[in-house]
């Protein structure tokens, strides 16, 4: 059977009309915050462009990595919930179809218009996004930029992998790293992560 995107997404905006005054929404077994993507733009790239220049691929890859964290912890809460039982686990018959699954709810989160372009099982994926935020928010704030902007797809895009062929949770986190060719903050047509497997990550601050 295949995944039926629309039948997640109105799941999930069914779910998301119940949420409490700080707007703090419960579905699919985890805590989301309803939140400003213009906030969350401002935040992470005048986080970046207050780093020294020296530090600016740092600032970069740790807001990937907290990207790749946070998707790696959410989307595990998500596919052990009650919800995703009940409404994508019928669905479901091969790997491809959780990683289809994942993908669905991101759309369904606002994340992104995200497609499923290419998956080697357990080696790599391609996907593709044509209304990231990120990419949106940083035109708009900054201009073109000179490399891809969307740090929040980029690592949720290896966490999808770590979670779907790495070892079990949560000690398959990292497991696989992503890069983003191709970025509309760029000028491109559309947002490309090309997901692979890592090599250990290591920082010096
Ligand atoms: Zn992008």
């Known amino acids: 059977m295949a995944i039926d995107t629309q ?3 109105q799941a999930i905006m069914e779910g998301s009309k119940y949420r409490d005054a700080k707007g703090i ?14 906030y969350y733009n401002k935040l992470s790239f005048e986080f970046e462009l207050m780093m020294e220049p020296s530090r600016q691929t740092k600032a970069e890859q740790l807001l990937i990595d907290a990207a790749q964290e946070c998707g790696y912890a959410t989307f ?3 596919r052990t919930s009650k919800e995703w039982e009940k409404i994508v686990q019928p669905m479901i018959e091969t790997q491809e179809d959780e990683l289809q699954g994942f993908i669905s709810v991101a759309i369904g989160l606002g994340w992104g218009n995200i497609e499923l372009v290419k998956l080697v099982p357990g080696e790599n994926l ?6 990231s935020y990120e990419a949106d928010g940083y035109i708009s704030r900054h201009g073109l930029s000179k490399s891809g902007k969307c740090y929040m ?21 990292n497991t696989f790293t992503a890069i983003e060719p191709k970025c509309r903050a760029k000028g ?18």
Do not use: N, W
């Open 7 to 9: 039948k997640i997404i």
């Open 25 to 38: 929404i419960p579905i699919f077994g985890v805590y989301l915050s309803l939140f400003s993507v213009d």
């Open 76 to 78: 595990h809460g998500i």
């Open 126 to 131: 391609v996907l593709r996004a044509t209304e």
């Open 153 to 173: 797809l980029r690592g949720v895009s290896a966490a999808f992998m770590d979670l779907i062929y790495g070892d079990s949770y949560p000690e398959g986190y």
């Open 188 to 205: 491109d047509d559309f947002c490309e992560f090309v997901v692979q497997k890592s090599h250990k990550k290591e920082y010096t601050c």
